[in-house]
């Protein structure tokens, strides 16, 4: 069990404190300040000036009211967020979601993760969420289109190319980007292609953006595998989730070789031996918005293919070699780790934020799993995003081998940094503490250097 040194557990207290009612904060902010024992050891002046208290604080946090109009004429109202919460590596970054679970909270640890992640690539980018309670299922484009104008009314005095810079999170694709894009465009008469990232490639998206997140995490597990003179090829992989992230997941795994055997949605999970069928998830997901469930019904009972209903089991359950959970928060528990491991999975890699339970997180690492957390195997996505930045700012366009060429050196090494910085803080092999430690060092570092900030 991992242990706070009584400075960092009096820091803790005090986070607790002053964040009441938000457990996912709390939890994001211990995973780090676990880690953190071994650096404030060699580097005592890292306690100085109050340096881990201010980076537990976010510089800004906003919250506003979004009324828009049903299809029906009733007025409907949303809360809403943006949690600008580091700049001293550059304009806040991060996405935006929409699902009803969203609060306060959840978008501070996430703005606490995206920190130290996008310190992580080593790109020029500070840490950002945004989101709102919204709710997009079962939605028409109108209503969607209607939503993502009111939210830009009000955000879009507190974002900009040089300030904050958001993107797609859980609910939030290429056609909410697009809506919010067309919205700051008007409100502000720029054509400023990078206050966004996620846009179609149409009007200054980049290429490989929309595969970036799944992709990076397959790269960074494909490199954690070499570590043990192990790859994906021949290896049975479970994803959950059927988003953005799982889709190009299995996309890539299945071009390394694995074969994903099982996905999700909140409805439940399938499993097809075979290998699953991505064309016909991608035209569910993609095109149709369809619920995982239509999986069997197209590909008929037996053969390999099943649907087992959310609460009737856990998509963990499902024997696999590696598991890549890319759905959300705290979606894999101790109870799910203790299964994986007893039917011998080798490696973990978290596409989602944070989606092991600390408790299964421990029994990953106590059974020697390998375990790639969200904010290093993740990063993908806003370091393509930090791309595509870059394309806008210089009016460029580059080829899908070149971005994904980009893409994959940065992955590589984000692993390496990971895997080198566990070495030299004595925990060989331990990629959370390797993660948290380079991120936070990173971070902390230019914070002193720009004063009392
Ligand atoms: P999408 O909205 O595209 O897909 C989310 C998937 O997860 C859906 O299958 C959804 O099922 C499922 N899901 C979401 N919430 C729940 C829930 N409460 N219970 C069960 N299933 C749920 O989102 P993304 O693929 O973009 O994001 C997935 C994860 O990856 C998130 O944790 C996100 O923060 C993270 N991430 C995303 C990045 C990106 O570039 N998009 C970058 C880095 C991390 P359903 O449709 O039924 O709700
Ligand atoms: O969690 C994440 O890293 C994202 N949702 C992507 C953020 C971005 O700015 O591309």
Redesign the pocket.
């Known amino acids: 069990m991992p242990h706070l040194d009584e400075k960092l557990e009096l820091i803790l207290a005090e986070v607790i404190r002053r964040n009441a009612g938000e457990p996912e904060f709390h939890q994001a902010v211990r995973e780090v300040l676990e880690s953190l024992g071994r650096v404030v050891a060699k580097r005592p002046d890292f306690f100085d000036d109050a340096l881990i208290e201010r980076i537990c604080e976010p510089e800004r946090q906003i919250i506003f009211r979004v009324p828009w109009i049903d299809d029906a004429g009733k007025v409907q109202i949303n809360r809403a967020f943006r949690v600008q919460f580091n700049s001293a590596l550059g304009p806040y970054?991060?996405?935006i979601?929409f699902h009803p679970s969203v609060n306060v909270g959840i978008i501070k640890f996430?703005g606490f993760?995206?920190t130290f992640?996008?310190a992580l690539t080593g790109m020029p980018?500070g840490g950002g969420?945004g989101g709102s309670d919204f709710d997009p299922k079962g939605k028409s484009d109108r209503e969607i289109m209607r939503f993502c104008q009111s939210f830009m009314l009000e955000l879009h005095r507190h974002i900009g190319e040089y300030t904050d810079?958001?993107?797609?999170?859980i609910g939030v694709g290429g056609r909410e980007i697009g809506y919010m894009f067309g919205q700051y465009k008007r409100l502000s008469n720029r054509y400023e292609a990078g206050v966004l990232?996620?846009k179609a490639l149409f009007y200054g998206g980049s290429r490989a953006?929309t595969e970036a997140?799944g992709y990076g995490n397959t790269y960074f597990v494909q490199s954690m595998l070499g570590t043990k003179g192990t790859s994906f090829d021949g290896k049975k992989v479970v994803v959950s989730g059927s988003g953005n992230v799982a889709i190009y997941t299995v996309e890539k795994v299945t071009s390394f070789g694995g074969k994903v055997i099982a996905m999700s949605d909140s409805s439940g999970y399938i499993v097809d031996e075979n290998g699953i069928d991505l064309k016909l998830v991608k035209e569910l997901k993609e095109v149709r918005r369809a619920r995982i469930s239509e999986y069997l019904r197209i590909k008929g009972d037996g053969k390999g293919v099943y649907f087992v209903k959310a609460g009737d089991g856990s998509i963990w359950d499902v024997a696999c070699d590696v598991a890549m959970p890319s759905a959300t928060q705290n979606e894999l528990t101790g109870r799910d780790a203790k299964t994986l491991v007893k039917n011998g999975v080798i490696a973990v890699g978290e596409g989602a934020?944070m989606p092991s339970t600390p408790d299964a997180v421990r029994v990953f690492q106590e059974a020697g799993v390998m375990f790639a957390p969200?904010k290093a195997a993740?990063?993908g996505?806003?370091a393509?995003?930090a791309l595509e930045m870059q394309q806008n700012a210089s009016r460029d366009s580059w080829s899908f081998e070149q971005t994904e060429g980009r893409l994959a050196t940065i992955m590589k090494n984000i692993h390496d940094t990971c895997y080198a910085t566990a070495d030299e803080y004595g925990v060989p092999g331990d990629y959370v503490s390797g993660a948290n430690i380079a991120g936070f060092v990173k971070v902390a570092e230019a914070m002193r250097a720009l004063g009392v900030i």
């Open positions: 970054k991060g996405g979601r996430l993760e995206q992640k996008n980018i969420k810079v958001p993107a797609g999170d990232t996620g953006r997140t934020n969200g993740n990063a996505g806003v393509t995003s």
